[in-house]
C-alpha cells in the first residue's frame, strides 16, 4: 500500500458570542443546521479558507480563529473520489460584521444548549465534542463491510 491518497480537505467553524453559536441551515444535499465551512481551494492556506468560507456564508470577518480539532472520514474502499475526507475544525469567538444569509442556508444564532433541538447531520454530535474538549483531538469515521463507525480520541 503506498502513502499517498487522494484528500478532499474542508473546515468548519464554530463561531461563539457568549453562550450563543452561530448556525448556518443548509438548503442543499440535506436541511438541518451545522457550522459554517467549505472546501480549502488549491494552494489556500487553511486558515485563510475558513476565514473566506465562513465571510461568504455567514457575512462575519472573524478573526483569532484557533484550530481545535480535525475530523476523518475514510470510505469503503473504491466508493468515493478520495480516500480520505478530512475537515479542520475551528473555533471563533471574535469577528466584526452583521450576519446575513446566502445561497448556501439561513444563518443565526441559538444558544448552544438548544442545538440538539434542531436537526443535525449524522454524527454531528460526536464530532461537537471535539469542538467543545480541550482533551480530545480527533473525530475519526471509517466505514468497511458496510458500517460506518467513529472514534474521538
Same mark, same amino acid.
Given at each position: 500500500m503506498g502513502r499517498i491518497e487522494?484528500?478532499?480537505? /474542508?473546515? =468548519?467553524? =464554530?463561531?461563539?458570542? #457568549? !453562550?450563543?453559536?452561530?448556525?448556518?441551515?443548509?438548503?442543499?444535499?440535506w436541511r438541518g443546521v451545522t457550522f459554517p465551512g467549505g472546501h480549502v481551494e488549491p494552494g489556500e492556506s487553511f486558515v485563510a479558507s475558513v476565514i473566506r468560507e465562513v465571510r461568504e456564508e455567514t457575512g462575519l470577518e472573524i478573526s483569532d480563529v484557533r484550530l481545535?480539532?480535525?475530523?476523518?472520514?475514510?470510505?469503503?474502499?473504491?466508493t468515493e473520489q478520495y480516500d480520505r475526507y478530512i475537515v479542520l475544525l475551528y473555533k471563533?469567538?471574535?469577528?466584526?460584521?452583521?450576519?446575513? !444569509? !446566502? $445561497?448556501?442556508g439561513n444563518v443565526f444564532w441559538i444558544e448552544r444548549k438548544e442545538l440538539e433541538?434542531?436537526?443535525?447531520?449524522? #454524527?454531528?454530535d460526536a464530532m461537537i465534542r471535539v469542538f467543545?474538549?480541550? $482533551?480530545? /483531538?480527533e473525530n475519526y469515521w471509517v466505514c468497511?463491510?458496510?458500517?460506518?463507525?467513529?472514534?474521538?480520541?
Open positions: 487522494r484528500v478532499e480537505l /474542508t473546515n =468548519m467553524c =464554530m463561531i461563539c458570542d #457568549g !453562550s450563543r453559536v452561530l448556525v448556518l441551515e443548509r438548503k442543499k444535499n481545535c480539532g480535525i475530523k476523518q472520514y475514510v470510505p469503503e474502499a473504491g471563533a469567538n471574535r469577528f466584526a460584521g452583521e450576519i446575513k !444569509s !446566502s $445561497e448556501e433541538n434542531h436537526a443535525l447531520p449524522h #454524527g454531528f467543545e474538549n480541550d $482533551e480530545l /483531538t468497511h463491510n458496510h458500517e460506518l463507525n467513529y472514534t474521538n480520541c
